[in-house]
């Protein structure tokens, strides 16, 4: 039965004619299509996701990223998502009067204020998150608790500010992971949501309050992940920040090492944690600008990522290109009289403050 219905200019809103339909249909194709090479790179793998930023707190970016992880499950990944909740927190603790003070960037936790963290966490975002993702299908995902089961285990840190030391609290290093509830979720089919909290090794009915960077870099080393996604607020790297021509698209380990000294504050956990995964043996870690919408997906399956991906050596830039260069040959997307266009061609436990940085998105 022939299709009457008129579909409209995804830009300007006006009807399109048959012809330039076909031209909208064969633009997604070869969208789709694009994605082929790295749906044969990933399928069956894990791949681990820290939820944060801008992402974490508008209404519409939290349903685009549900939606993206539900489509990487269906597309026959495994995705694991790691969150924090900076703001959350921060918001819960002023409405119960206690307060909260910061040192060298990390949130002094008492005795009183980690009891709200966890609820925060366990009981505020952890379920937002879970029901996000299951308004596409009962039981896609559960959450899991950092300190449940022991999944992660921590000591107590401290920090040095000009000189000074200072006890943090309930504030600590993720010192071990064990993976085996998370596993039994994924074998399950379902998307596990985990949650930055830790077991105080040295008092195990204390819980510690970690960053989630680091949270999910460990937990990403402890399933063999095949790649590590960080959402922020920035679109990557930058070498030498303010200048947005310097936003890197791809840095191996060597040179990430000798790079982050000079970085911003607010960026050297996360490029921390993506360094320490990929030297523990992940496939690559990417900082991703979550303030674009399934920016998820843009950096899996397409050729234009969100992002800075740090990989394991220099050699590997050679085989993305080579895997870029595959796709070019497969397909060469439409030009269309429409104006139609792809989209995409264009804290956390320990509660580290971020540094806004702008600029465009990488190209792969």
């Not at 969208?31 to 519409?60: H, Y």
């Not at 963290?117 to 896609?140: Q, S, W």
């Not at 936003?247 to 050297?268: C, F, H, K, N, W």
């Given at each position: 039965m022939p299709n009457d219905i008129q579909h409209r200019d995804p830009v300007t809103g006006e009807l399109l004619?048959?012809?330039?339909?076909?031209?909208?249909?064969?633009?997604?194709?070869?969208?789709?299509?694009?994605?082929?090479?790295?749906?044969?790179?990933?399928?069956?793998?894990?791949?681990?996701?820290?939820?944060?930023?801008?992402?974490?707190?508008?209404?519409?970016?939290?349903?685009?990223?549900?939606?993206?992880?539900?489509?990487?499950?269906?597309?026959?990944?495994?995705?694991?998502v790691v969150h924090g909740g900076g703001p959350q927190i921060s918001a819960a603790l002023k409405e119960q009067g206690i307060e909260s003070e910061f040192r060298g960037g990390y949130r002094v936790t008492t005795t009183e204020a980690i009891t709200v963290v966890r609820d925060v966490l366990a009981g505020e975002v952890n379920r937002e998150i879970v029901d996000l993702v299951n308004e596409h299908g009962e039981g896609l995902a559960v959450g899991v608790f950092g300190d449940g089961g022991s999944l992660f285990t921590g000591e107590k840190k401290g920090v040095v500010v000009d000189g000074q030391a200072y006890d943090l609290g309930h504030v600590g290093d993720i010192t071990h992971v064990d993976p085996s509830g998370v596993l039994a979720a994924i074998e399950a089919g379902r998307?596990?949501?985990?949650?930055?909290?830790?077991?105080?090794?040295?008092?195990?009915?204390?819980?510690?309050?970690?960053?989630?960077?680091?949270?999910?870099?460990?937990?990403?080393?402890?399933?063999?992940?095949?790649?590590?996604?960080?959402?922020?607020?920035?679109?990557?790297?930058?070498?030498?920040?303010?200048?947005?021509?310097?936003?890197?698209?791809?840095?191996?380990?060597?040179?990430?090492?000798?790079?982050?000294?000079?970085?911003?504050?607010?960026?050297?956990?996360?490029?921390?944690?993506?360094?320490?995964?990929?030297?523990?043996?992940?496939?690559?870690?990417?900082?991703?600008?979550?303030?674009?919408?399934?920016?998820?997906?843009l950096e899996v399956f397409t050729l234009r990522g969100a992002g800075t991906e740090v990989i394991p050596d220099p050699s590997r830039r050679t085989e993305n290109q080579m895997t870029h260069a595959e796709i070019g040959r497969r397909v060469a997307a439409p030009t269309t009289t429409t104006g139609a266009h792809v989209a995409g061609t264009t804290s956390t436990g320990a509660d580290l403050a971020e540094t806004t940085q702008k600029g465009s998105n990488r190209e792969h």
């Amino acid at each position: 039965m022939p299709n009457d219905i008129q579909h409209r200019d995804p830009v300007t809103g006006e009807l399109l004619s048959k012809q330039e339909e076909h031209e909208l249909a064969a633009v997604k194709a070869a969208t789709l299509i694009e994605s082929l090479p790295w749906l044969k790179r990933f399928s069956g793998k894990v791949v681990v996701v820290k939820f944060g930023g801008n992402a974490m707190v508008n209404e519409d970016l939290k349903r685009a990223f549900a939606e993206d992880m539900v489509y990487l499950r269906y597309a026959g990944l495994h995705p694991v998502v790691v969150h924090g909740g900076g703001p959350q927190i921060s918001a819960a603790l002023k409405e119960q009067g206690i307060e909260s003070e910061f040192r060298g960037g990390y949130r002094v936790t008492t005795t009183e204020a980690i009891t709200v963290v966890r609820d925060v966490l366990a009981g505020e975002v952890n379920r937002e998150i879970v029901d996000l993702v299951n308004e596409h299908g009962e039981g896609l995902a559960v959450g899991v608790f950092g300190d449940g089961g022991s999944l992660f285990t921590g000591e107590k840190k401290g920090v040095v500010v000009d000189g000074q030391a200072y006890d943090l609290g309930h504030v600590g290093d993720i010192t071990h992971v064990d993976p085996s509830g998370v596993l039994a979720a994924i074998e399950a089919g379902r998307i596990p949501v985990v949650s930055s909290i830790a077991i105080d090794d040295a008092h195990p009915d204390q819980a510690l309050n970690v960053n989630a960077d680091a949270a999910a870099g460990a937990l990403a080393i402890a399933l063999k992940a095949a790649k590590l996604m960080m959402l922020t607020d920035v679109p990557g790297l930058y070498r030498n920040w303010p200048d947005r021509d310097s936003i890197v698209d791809l840095i191996a380990v060597e040179e990430l090492r000798q790079l982050l000294p000079t970085l911003e504050s607010g960026m050297i956990p996360k490029m921390t944690a993506c360094l320490d995964a990929v030297v523990g043996g992940v496939g690559g870690a990417t900082i991703i600008d979550g303030r674009i919408p399934h920016s998820i997906l843009l950096e899996v399956f397409t050729l234009r990522g969100a992002g800075t991906e740090v990989i394991p050596d220099p050699s590997r830039r050679t085989e993305n290109q080579m895997t870029h260069a595959e796709i070019g040959r497969r397909v060469a997307a439409p030009t269309t009289t429409t104006g139609a266009h792809v989209a995409g061609t264009t804290s956390t436990g320990a509660d580290l403050a971020e540094t806004t940085q702008k600029g465009s998105n990488r190209e792969h």
